[in-house]
């Protein structure tokens, strides 16, 4: 059984896609903690992060300081923050939010209600980047 990751990476699910290569995709969170909120994931569907094999993991990590270079263009942030949870989706995954401290990553926060007109322009900025 797929991921709802592995729907995104084969198109069955739209998504906001920020950057994309033959291993990688990064997107926008739909239920946002902050403005900016990317999930970044390997196309390969492995469960846990400490399961990606080394050289993926080195690329994976590659990829996401490419994609948090471009956020950091784009917000007007302290840093971009990164966190690995992954309890929420049985497939690895990265999160980048733009933070101006720590309780800007808190989880247990109300997600935003970003409206497709906004999803699509930060989308486009990070891309643009």
Not at 25 to 47: M, N, R
């Amino acid at each position: 059984m797929s991921t709802i990751f592995t729907k995104i990476i084969n198109g069955d699910i739209p998504s906001y896609k920020v950057a994309e290569n033959d291993s990688f995709l990064a997107f926008l969170d739909i239920q946002p903690i902050t403005k900016g909120h990317v999930l970044v994931i390997p196309k390969k569907e492995i469960d846990n992060i400490f399961d990606v094999d080394d050289q993926l993991l080195s690329d994976f990590m590659v990829f996401t300081k490419s994609v948090a270079k471009k956020m950091d263009k784009v917000f007007d942030c302290k840093k971009i923050g990164m966190t690995v949870i992954g309890l929420e989706v049985a497939h690895a995954h990265i999160h980048l939010m733009p933070i101006n401290g720590i309780a800007d990553m808190d989880f247990s926060k109300s997600k935003l209600s970003l409206s497709n007109d906004e999803m699509e322009g930060i989308a486009n900025m990070i891309q643009e980047a």
